[in-house]
């Protein structure tokens, strides 16, 4: 929740900086506090999900669906012009996809989060490139940009995938605990009414 609330302050904190603004830019940051927002309702729901079983509610898929595609669409009007826009757009779209693959992780198996994660890298590589040349024709395409990406778009999914079946996992063994002890207590009154049984039966008998 702090990192989801940490997200779209970070993004004003950095526009803040920008020597110019565009008509894009309230729509985009309007919209990263939407998508936040999103994440979190949909990371409550997950974690419901996975320690109650309550299924996730579509609604919640489309309003984070929903929140990602506009803030994507309109990350690229929002950046403010020069010739670093297409490095920063890198990093916006890191942002704007790795937060709903973040929160969708514990739904998925870790060989989907990876393809997933990618296949985002993929994207994010080619937005930047199409960027760089609307943006910064002499500028040339910098391979470099796609290592951290991949990692932004492939670790932190796996370590929230991780942590939540890590949690699933301590819930079950609680779940395991309460059960042996319940089994304890009724094993314990078996025996004292198979020994009640025994004493009236020996006193009935005398």
Known sequence: DVLLALWPLTLVRLYADAPAYTSWT???????????AACG??????????????PVP?????LLAVTAVAGAATAVGALPPG???????????????G????????????GRVVLLGLTATGAVAAGTALARRLLAPAGTTAPRVLVP?????????LA??????????????????LMR???????????????????FGRTLTT
Do not use: K, M, N
Not at 58 to 62: I, K
Not at 149 to 157: D, F, S, T
């Open 41 to 54: 309702i949909v990371l409550h729901r997950v974690a419901a999900y996975e320690l109650d079983g309550a």
């Open 181 to 199: 002890a319940d089994l304890a207590v009724a094993q314990e009154r078996l025996r004292i009414a198979r020994d009640l049984h025994d004493v």
């Open 83 to 97: 010739v670093a826009s297409p490095p920063r757009l890198a990093a916006e779209l890191t942002i704007v996809v």
């Open 58 to 62: 579509r609604w919640c898929l489309a």
């Open 26 to 36: 309230l729509p985009f940051l309007v919209l990263q506090a939407a998508e936040a």
């Open 149 to 157: 990406v991949a990692l932004a778009l492939v670790l932190p999914p």
């Open 99 to 110: 937060g709903p693959l973040c929160v969708l992780a514990p739904l998925l198996s870790t």
């Open 160 to 177: 929230t995938r991780w942590s939540f079946a890590i949690l699933s996992s301590v819930r079950a063994q609680e779940d395991l605990d």
